[in-house]
């Protein structure tokens, strides 16, 4: 694989383009329109910085020399022309995926392996619309990939091994630690342990019981972790949390609405955008 495209700039998905540009990739980072992509621009800028300050080796141009290896398009059919591997890293809504690969099948070279970055979405729910199951699996990154840097990679019945054992090679070319997930699990290994986590965090907001400080707080000390599930949440982005919760039952439903209300509405969108449970400006 020689050719790596990225769809969607957003959080997570303009990390995986810079961190697969940075291991000396050639990428493509897609998205929808001109805007989005300025948007990606600012993020792959403020990532060079980041990159700079906090990853060994990163110092003396590099973290600059992988801005230089990203192209950006809004043309589906472009983006993909010349892809080995495809990451689709578009919002967490089953029927927007669906859709997307309806049109990559339709564009996408024969030899391109697909591989979608679904944080709780089984492969199995999208393997039918990519018009290649057997060259399809999940490739699932952590949000600050250069610090927590697991690729978790699980395939459906029908990947084949062979491209299994393909993508878990390029996981580890672009310095992830590859974990390989033996059969489909909702949430793959780190969000079946995080999700029930931010859920139970969301329940005590939505129930009145206490305020996102409080619980963080609570959490930081009894455990010792370095951050609270408000303050992950902000780090995620509101708006996956929101397309996640949305999908629920009646309790995530309801933290939905107040992410919706008090949130989303107001443009707090967490880290992103300067403020969400709490303010980073």
Known sequence: ?????????????????????FSGYDVVAY??????????????????????????GAAGGKADDALARIRYSADLTDAVRDADLVIEAVPEALELKRDVYTKLAAVAPEHTVFATNSSTLLPSALAEFTGRPAKFLALHFANQIWLHNTAEVMGTPQ??????????????????????IKKEKAGYLLNSLL??????????????????????????????????PF???????????????????????????????????????????????????
């Open 159 to 180: 990947t084949d091994p062979a491209v299994f054992e393909q993508v878990v090679e390029f996981a580890a070319s672009i310095d992830m630690v590859p974990i390989v």
């Open 231 to 281: 303050q992950i949440f902000d780090v995620i982005g509101l708006t996956t949390a929101y397309n996640v919760s949305i999908a629920g039952g009646e309790k995530q439903q309801a933290f939905a609405k107040l992410l919706k209300e008090q949130y989303l509405d107001q443009g707090k969108l967490g880290v992103a955008t300067g403020e969400g449970f709490y303010s980073y400006r």
């Open 31 to 56: 998205d929808i329109d001109d805007a989005a992509l300025d948007a990606a621009r600012e993020r792959f800028a403020k990532l060079a910085v980041t990159y700079s300050q906090q990853v060994a």
């Open 1 to 21: 694989m020689k050719h790596i495209t990225v769809l969607g700039t957003g959080v997570l998905g303009s990390q995986i383009a810079y961190q697969t540009a």
């Open 195 to 228: 999700v029930p986590l931010l859920n139970a965090a969301g329940d005590l907001l939505v129930d009145g019981i206490a305020e996102p400080d409080a619980v963080d707080k609570t959490w930081r000390i009894g455990t010792g972790a370095p951050m609270g």
